[in-house]
């Protein structure tokens, strides 16, 4: 299982450009890789989720190398709302096509008027 | 939108009482799984389940057990509840197949006593 690391915590003015790097050494071919976004007392959100090179939807970028052994997720013009924590993981496919998904601990992004 | 329910969201039990903490979906997704969160630590898999009567243990299974006995309901279970399981437990579940992603649950804050 792909191990992910991630900066524990990061702080942003409002309206500034956030990126968020993790690191996946060992990820494996098969591998996709997940952003997640978590707020106080709920349950994690689903984000963005890429294989390679860039992906972007209404609410964030991901951009992956070639070698796929980091990723950035790219938050763009953050506000207050965005304060939260961020988990990137890497999915396990094992034969049987199910997938387990582990978390790290994630990085806290703490968004400053 | 999917929905993914815990049936409590707080519970407060005694030490080495049994206990159960219940799940369910209404999406009709074959994979669910159970985690704990604690503080410094991120999210822990405990275990999962990748169809109706299967289960295979996470990262931290010990203390715990688990029944899936119908495809929209997973329950995670405390045989004898001890104070190191205080934690919030959160609950997830994914269409089986590559790069899914997990809809989690509000979560439910045990403490044990």
């Known amino acids: 299982l792909a191990k992910t690391t991630q900066p524990i915590s990061m702080d942003s003015y409002e309206g500034q450009e956030v990126n968020i790097t993790c690191s996946h050494n060992n990820i494996a071919t098969n591998d996709y890789i997940t952003w997640y976004q978590q707020f106080p007392s709920q349950g994690p959100r689903f984000i963005i989720q890429?294989?390679?090179t860039k992906v972007t939807n209404e609410v964030a970028s991901l951009f992956i190398p070639a070698d796929r052994k980091s990723s950035t997720l790219s938050l763009p013009r953050v506000s207050l709302s965005d304060t939260a924590v961020y988990y990137c993981l890497v999915g396990d496919l094992p034969r049987g096509g199910y997938q387990k998904v582990t978390f790290g601990t994630g990085t806290k992004l703490q968004v400053i008027p | 939108d999917v929905k993914v329910t815990q049936s409590s969201r707080y519970l407060v039990k005694r030490t080495g009482e049994k206990v159960f903490l219940e799940c369910v979906q209404d999406?009709?997704?074959?994979?669910m799984f159970w985690y704990r969160q604690d503080p410094g630590l991120g999210l822990r898999l405990i275990y999962f389940?990748?169809?109706?009567?299967?289960?295979e243990k996470g990262d931290i299974p010990e203390g715990y057990s688990v029944s899936r006995e119908k495809k929209e309901r997973f329950s995670l279970i405390l045989e004898s509840a001890s104070t190191n399981q205080t934690s919030m437990y959160l609950c997830?579940?994914?269409?089986?197949?590559?790069?899914?992603?997990?809809?989690f649950g509000q979560g439910t804050r045990l403490t044990v006593v």
């Open positions: 999406m009709d997704h074959e994979n």
């Open positions: 389940s990748y169809d109706v009567k299967m289960k």
């Open positions: 890429g294989y390679k």
């Open positions: 997830a579940s994914s269409l089986r197949g590559v790069g899914t992603e997990a809809f």
